[in-house]
């Protein structure tokens, strides 16, 4: 897990890209068997390999479903309270810290989605307390931070029908869905007008090396 941490901080890349980065939109819900095995098998892995070619927006909300309640919004999750539980707490997450992708893959790849959190945390945000992202969680922030989440989602065009739901430059068609869970990587390297990277098979060259020589 160290050494993802520290693949995730180093910048492989030097050579700057010219063109935007394939936007991938991701609607899904934390205890959702499709989402997560979407999430950590998929939509992560690519990531690591085409990440300066690819912008991923995870958008934890799916079929839930918001009430007003006075001043503030309840919510009711297809997967029941842990699932909102988990959903509000990846959503904060995201507002709390820049390693928030690699601490929800790690969350959504185990066991117990809730219960790993803090150790997730300790791997690659130490510095975020679970004490700070509970405090999100059962406060105004994380209420509004879900609320946008739910305006998000029901904006859709078409509405979702489904989760996971997959967006491409904000564009959701059933070709680019298929698309995306058979093989996102190729999807993402096709759909980048610039220069491809060495991941997709392009002349560009990777300017860090690192090697441990056999002494």
Not at 62 to 88: R, T, V, W
């Amino acid at each position: 897990m160290q050494v993802l941490k520290q693949c995730l901080e180093s910048d492989f890349l030097r050579t700057r890209q010219t063109e935007d980065p394939v936007q991938v939109g991701l609607y899904y819900e934390s205890l959702c068997p499709g989402c997560r095995l979407f999430l950590t098998e998929m939509l992560f892995p690519t990531y690591l390999l085409l990440n300066k070619i690819i912008s991923v927006t995870l958008v934890p909300y799916g079929n839930a479903l918001e009430k007003p309640d006075g001043q503030k919004y309840i919510y009711e999750c297809q997967h029941g309270k842990q699932e909102c539980l988990g959903n509000m707490m990846e959503t904060c997450i995201m507002n709390m810290t820049e390693m928030a992708f690699p601490i929800i893959f790690c969350m959504e790849s185990s066991v117990d989605v809730i219960g790993s959190a803090e150790s997730c945390l300790k791997i690659y945000a130490p510095e975020l307390s679970m004490d700070k992202v509970m405090s999100c969680v059962n406060g105004d922030m994380g209420m509004q931070l879900m609320h946008q989440n739910a305006l998000k989602t029901k904006a859709l065009n078409p509405p979702h029908q489904y989760v996971p739901w997959v967006t491409i430059n904000g564009v959701h068609t059933d070709d680019l869905q298929t698309k995306a869970m058979s093989s996102l990587f190729t999807l993402v390297c096709s759909m980048y007008k610039g220069t491809k990277p060495p991941a997709c098979g392009g002349t560009q060259k990777l300017h860090y090396q690192s090697y441990c020589p056999n002494e």
